[in-house]
């Protein structure tokens, strides 16, 4: 017997927090029985559960890393009918959902998932896995400016964490630099949000590692399905932050 919402996250619905949503919302039933109660215990092999009046099945796992395009959208639908990241994922039958977001504008490396469990363990606020960025501006921030986003910068929603910032690279044609900026945070736009606070608005704004995995190798647009290893490793890099941040 498991939770509701875990095997509902495991059959690939959603997130687990989305699938405590879908619950909540009176929009799953058990059994014919329609359960708003969070932590229900089910049995997935003898209980017949749906969502919205469909069956809900158990889905072999998959898990894609994919480098998003600028201007797609981290959504499973959208209203106004731009691009959105599945579109470029339709060899997958499987419905799989990102892992976190990358705004509109921002491109790079977005995970993918059908696993609602290794999806909240990478995306949980507690667990601090680390996300790294190649941000550009124009011009050349002064060293003193990036320590202030290397000790936390204050935004409308507080300080925020530490995060690790060096000069990727200068382009003294296009009088342009490229900052590595390393967050443990998964604030709305919060890259965006530090740069503007130095006023050094982003031209550009690039993810190219989550964790341990990096983007390399993968073209925009395209995707590549995570190695057993790779899985492993993203696990354990959020159980080992979520310990060293238990243990402080």
């Not at 909240?120 to 060293?143: D, E, F, Q």
């Amino acid at each position: 017997m498991e939770r509701l919402q875990k095997v509902l996250a495991e059959a690939g619905v959603a997130s687990r927090r989305k699938c405590e949503e879908l619950i909540s919302a009176g929009r799953v039933q058990v059994n014919d029985e329609v359960v708003t109660t969070l932590g229900v215990k089910v049995d997935a092999s003898k209980d017949v559960i749906t969502v919205d009046g469909r069956k809900i099945r158990q889905e072999k796992k998959v898990y894609v890393l994919f480098n998003k395009p600028k201007g797609v959208i981290t959504s499973a639908s959208d209203p106004g009918g731009r691009k959105i990241v599945t579109d470029f994922l339709v060899d997958i039958k499987e419905r799989i959902y990102p892992v976190g977001r990358l705004d509109y504008d921002t491109e790079g490396l977005l995970l993918l998932t059908n696993d609602g469990e290794f999806a909240n363990l990478l995306t949980h606020p507690r667990h601090h896995v680390p996300r790294t960025y190649h941000a550009t501006v124009k011009g050349v921030p002064h060293g003193s400016l990036l320590d202030k986003l290397r000790d936390g910068i204050e935004l409308e929603d507080g300080m925020t964490a530490p995060a690790e910032v060096d000069y990727y690279d200068i382009d003294p044609a296009k009088k342009e630099t490229i900052v590595s900026i390393t967050i443990y945070e998964g604030r709305n736009r919060q890259v965006r949000r530090m740069f503007d606070a130095i006023q050094f608005p982003l031209i550009k704004l690039k993810r190219v590692q989550f964790g341990p995995i990096a983007l390399t190798g993968v073209p925009r647009g395209k995707f590549r399905h995570l190695e057993a290893k790779e899985i492993k490793e993203l696990t354990e890099e959020a159980l080992r932050t979520h310990k060293i941040q238990k243990d402080k």
